[in-house]
């Protein structure tokens, strides 16, 4: 009956508009493909191996036996998840970027733009 009622709703606010309007355009953002390619660096690698290739991390937080080391710099900011196996140090299973606003960005190409920080900042 709600979906009845909101169709109603919609065909009312239609024919209200005015003759030969046109309804703005919607803008998307390209939907960035989530792989693994370039993330060869990153992906399997230690807390000690990312502070290698980024410097020190901008955020360090932990739950349980969980670990996110947060990499920024002026053109992304880089999450890289790190999980236990075993008794083993925890390592990298999983990479999340975005711009600075909060845009998605490639994941190899954070992880390339932060690789050429200097000394990691």
């Known amino acids: ?53 980024f410097g020190k991390p901008d955020a360090d937080i932990r739950e349980g036996a969980a670990r996110k080391l947060q990499f920024a710099g002026p053109i992304c900011v880089l999450d890289a998840y790190l999980y236990p196996e075993g008794s083993e140090a925890p390592r990298v299973t999983y990479l999340d970027a975005r711009e600075p606003d909060g845009s998605t960005i490639d994941r190899a190409s954070c992880v390339a733009a932060l690789t050429r920080r200097d000394g990691g900042k």
């Open 1 to 53: 009956m709600k979906a009845l009622a909101a169709l109603g709703l919609a065909l009312f606010a239609a024919a209200c508009a005015a003759p030969g309007a046109v309804a703005p355009a919607v803008v998307s953002r390209p939907v960035v493909p989530y792989t693994s390619a370039g993330l060869e660096r990153v992906i399997g690698q230690d807390e000690a191996g990312l502070v290698t290739l």
